[in-house]
């Protein structure tokens, strides 16, 4: 008992040394001799405390949530429970206490059937099969399916991702949309009867993978403003030489609808005359953009869409439409009258994306996780749509997120077990109104005059002022986090005629923001000693080279060696003259 007790309020390494020696100093010797015994205990105790503490590391996470009820400790991780066996808490414990790692909640004697722990799971509502579908056999569109599952439901949880595994197969013999968008700038003259030729090979190609093919035309050369063209009179009629018939400049023009009559499309290529332009670039995204919102005019099916864009020039990036004054971005809507694009001159391109093509008859899996970091203010199930790029096919996702326990629901509104009513039991706990009472704030106070008088309450200056254990009955010490993150202290304690006394620290203790001068100075400080550590080696160093040398140059003079000859360049200063008729007399 003394064990348990202690280890308890101490929660660490001191109640296990003082309940060994209790306990050592209370053993008899029995059966066992007493330093047996005594041994039998500490490598119990040992155990224990390794257990509990290793529990209560795991727990971190939940325990710094600060959980005031069931619903916000299974946001706090998806390893955190609540525990609601109404006993679980012992004496000065507060109530975030019941949330925790779900071993350390075991660790500490909550049965796992008390322990709240929902998990999230996920649902199938639609899963047909991938559709086999022999070529030449006309079906339905709409009946062919090439992506499964289709639909599904996920129930999640806070930090605990849900997976499926989705599988995409493109149907042989598939439906074909083409769309043949060519360049007929001046600078495709030297290639048009190429592309020409291109896009006659690429119908026939085409007619031998599906036998439901229908293939559409249009052309595109630049925006109709200065910079990119001229535009004075002549150049409007022919932006090429005089010796060069050419059409007039256009932004983009859809020549021929989607259909399935190939020798109109084979004629209408054929026809084609290469226009002209001032600048490098062309405009051909404002091109890809009206083909692919322009819908009705172009003639889209529901069915696999492709665009062949054919050009031998760059293109104009976002931004460039304002050294023609064009400033506003495109807004992503069809904008076609005649089969002519109207507002070159009034919307910039922005940049594309791109995708990978799969193979006829190859089959794709994925491996999908969807997690929900945090639950969502809106309590609504929301979607979320995945398909493959070129495709009209999906996967339907809903989504419900698990932001409550089940024992919420099972609430008990003034519950005699809070203290003659004067509170909600729910989740094994109740929900002790201090906040708006001591601080006039909190969730509770707009209706604290009406709520939360049960109670009267005294303001202490620190938390050595708090009641302790056995200074009052039925003592429960409390620490909570307001909406400013800041703590705040108070202890309840109820006497024999059950009425409730609460005392709370005057001032909570708030998070302090960093103390600039110690920093500054440190900083300041750490700057100068690195610089003198610096200079000080290099005055070393210098040292350290200037006696090398020294020591080099004494030991070169002392290994000279100098020859002892006569200088070959010395003339003595003394000169002899011998008088030729001097006889010796």
Not at 179 to 197: F, G, I, P, Q
Not at 427 to 433: D, T
Not at 435 to 443: N, P, S, W, Y
Request: charge should be negative; hydrophobic fraction near 35%; include cysteine.
């Amino acid at each position: 008992r003394d064990v348990t007790r202690l280890e308890c309020v101490s929660g660490g390494g001191w109640g296990v040394s003082t309940a060994l020696r209790a306990a050592g100093d209370g053993l008899t010797a029995g059966h066992l001799p007493l330093r047996m015994a005594r041994v039998l205990v500490i490598v119990g105790l040992w155990i224990y405390s390794l257990s509990y503490s290793g529990a209560q590391q795991g727990g971190t996470e939940c325990l710094k949530a600060n959980a005031k009820s069931c619903g916000e400790c299974i946001q706090a991780g998806p390893n955190c429970g609540w525990c609601i066996k109404v006993d679980f808490l012992q004496e000065g414990e507060p109530t975030s206490a019941r949330c925790d790692d779900l071993a350390a909640l075991k660790a500490k004697g909550c049965p796992e059937e008390s322990i709240q722990n929902p998990r999230g799971r996920n649902q199938t509502l639609k899963d047909n099969a991938i559709t086999n579908k022999a070529k030449g056999v006309r079906m339905d569109p709409a009946n062919i399916t090439q992506i499964r599952p289709q639909q599904l439901q996920f129930e999640l949880r806070s930090g605990e991702p849900q997976t499926f595994n989705l599988t995409f197969r493109r149907a042989e013999d598939y439906p074909i949309d083409l769309y043949y968008l060519m360049d007929l700038s001046y600078s495709m003259k030297d290639d048009l009867e190429n592309v020409k030729r291109l896009g006659t090979e690429l119908m026939l190609e085409m007619e031998k993978i599906t036998s439901d093919f229908r293939i559409g035309f249009g052309s595109f050369v630049e925006k109709t403003v200065m910079p990119y063209i001229s535009t004075t009179p002549a150049k409007l009629l022919n932006p090429c030489t005089t010796d060069q018939n050419c059409t007039s400049p256009f932004s983009y023009k859809n020549v021929l609808s989607l259909t399935n009559n190939g020798s109109l499309f084979n004629v209408l290529v054929g026809k084609q005359q290469i226009s002209g332009n001032l600048d490098s670039p062309e405009g051909g995204f404002d091109a890809i953009m009206q083909v692919a919102v322009c819908g009705e005019q172009i003639g889209w099916r529901n069915v696999t869409r492709l665009l062949v864009f054919s050009t031998d020039a760059g293109f104009h990036f976002a931004g460039d439409g304002k050294l023609g004054g064009i400033v506003l971005p495109n807004d992503g809507k069809c904008h076609m009258q005649d089969n002519m694009y109207t507002m070159s001159h009034y919307y910039v391109r922005e940049n594309g994306r791109k995708c990978s093509n799969i193979s006829l008859g190859d089959q794709v899996q994925f491996e999908i996780s969807v997690t929900a970091h945090k639950c969502p203010t809106k309590d609504a199930a929301e979607f979320i749509k995945i398909k493959p790029l070129g495709f009209t096919e999906e996967v339907e996702i809903q989504l419900k997120f698990i932001c409550e326990c089940a024992c919420q629901k099972d609430g008990t509104p003034k519950s005699p077990d809070c203290h003659h009513g004067n509170g909600t039991f729910e989740c094994g706990a109740c929900r002790e109104c201090v906040q708006c009472r001591a601080f006039q704030k909190g969730e509770k106070q707009k209706v604290c005059n009406n709520e939360c008088f049960h109670f009267n309450y005294t303001m202490v200056d620190s938390r050595d002022k708090l009641p302790q254990p056995g200074q009052a009955d039925a003592l429960t010490h409390c620490k909570e986090k307001d909406a400013d993150d800041c703590w705040f202290y108070f202890t309840y304690s109820v006497n024999a005629n059950s009425e409730v006394h609460v005392h709370v620290v005057k001032d909570p203790e708030c998070p302090s923001g960093p103390d600039i001068i110690p920093i500054v100075a440190g900083v300041v400080a750490g700057i100068v000693l690195i610089g003198l550590a610096l200079l000080l080696i290099w005055k070393l160093l210098m040292i350290i080279h200037d006696r090398r040398e020294f020591a080099k140059f004494e030991k070169e003079k002392m290994n000279a060696k100098w020859d002892a000859g006569e200088n070959p360049i010395y003339k003595s200063a003394v000169t002899t003259v011998v008088n030729p008729k001097y006889e010796g007399k």
